[in-house]
């Protein structure tokens, strides 16, 4: 239950309240007609309440919460960043921003192809928009006024089920509902092995996979919550000689967290991607069909 608990949000910046000010009260009024009773009607089977749950009490004042805000600022300031950077594009005279965001279309391009497949590309637009909107809320909080709307479970989690549903699709729109959960169940086995061990494998991987979601948004909501953790806790040792230096080293370590976690995010999910896709059918003819020449020669 502590994992859904705005802890991050006892010093919530200012952008928050002022927004809040503002929209929270339609707000409050919205979820406390529609969304309070759904949430009562459901803990209640647990025995516990929605307050107590999400640790934090229905008011005008919370309505919005700041992970939700610090998201919203998050795609908008991706957006802003990517229109700066790319500025007008040019092949022969390119400025300095679009030879910065060539450089990460190309990383990320090879690393998309060497993970899935040279098929893989098609899958390009939902990586990179992955890696943008993870590497961007991670980098917010090192930014004064803003905090990292990865530091919250509640966002990471709705990253990583995103993610999770998207590569279920493409392996059932790939290989079809049966195929799909064909390949939880191993390989092929003699008959009087697969009785006993086929539903074994089967059920662990079944398994393995729909705890995916949860491990993948731990992962990121552990390193990002406990990084912000661990500023605001040294810096406020002994201040202010601990507000001068020590910040500076710890940005930089903030920058290295941001873009690790972010890396170990997106490759996850190629991962799980290239796991259920495969070539088409004709890119293996063509493969086939290319390799019988060489064959001939080799038999001549």
């Not at 409050?28 to 309070?36: G, S, V």
């Not at 060539?102 to 192809?113: I, P, Q, R, T």
Request: with cysteine; aromatic share 14%.
């Amino acid at each position: 239950m502590l994992l859904f608990a705005e802890g991050a949000a006892e010093h919530s910046p200012l952008i928050v309240d002022f927004i809040n000010h503002y929209l929270g009260e339609p707000v409050y009024q919205f979820e406390k007609a529609y969304t309070k009773p759904l949430w009562e009607k459901f803990f209640s089977y647990f025995g516990t309440t929605p307050e107590k749950v999400f640790g934090v009490e229905y008011s005008p004042e919370t309505a919005i919460p700041w992970y939700t805000v610090m998201f919203v600022i998050a795609c908008i300031l991706t957006i802003v960043v990517i229109y700066l950077f790319k500025g007008k594009l040019s092949q022969d005279d390119p400025n300095k921003g679009q030879l910065t965001l060539e450089a990460g279309f190309l990383a990320l391009k090879d690393l998309v192809v060497s993970i899935i497949g040279e098929h893989g590309f098609k899958y390009f637009p939902v990586v990179a928009t992955f890696a943008v909107m993870v590497l961007v809320s991670n980098l917010m909080g090192l930014f004064p006024m803003f905090m990292a709307p990865t530091a919250s479970v509640n966002v990471t989690f709705a990253l990583s089920i995103t993610s999770f549903l998207y590569y279920t699709s493409v392996g059932v729109r790939e290989n079809g509902v049966l195929k799909y959960l064909k390949h939880f169940a191993g390989p092929a086995l003699p008959i009087y092995i697969a009785v006993i061990i086929t539903p074994l494998i089967f059920s662990v991987e079944l398994i393995s996979n729909l705890i995916r979601p949860f491990t993948l948004g731990i992962r990121l909501f552990a390193n990002m919550f406990a990084d912000e953790k661990i500023f605001s806790e040294i810096t406020g040792l002994y201040p202010p000689i601990t507000q001068f230096v020590l910040p500076l080293v710890l940005t930089l370590l903030g920058v290295f967290v941001a873009f690790v976690q972010t890396l170990v995010f997106t490759l996850l999910s190629m991962i799980y991607i290239g796991e259920v896709s495969h070539p088409p059918h004709d890119e293996h003819d063509y493969v086939h069909e290319s390799h019988e020449p060489d064959a001939a020669i080799a038999h001549a």
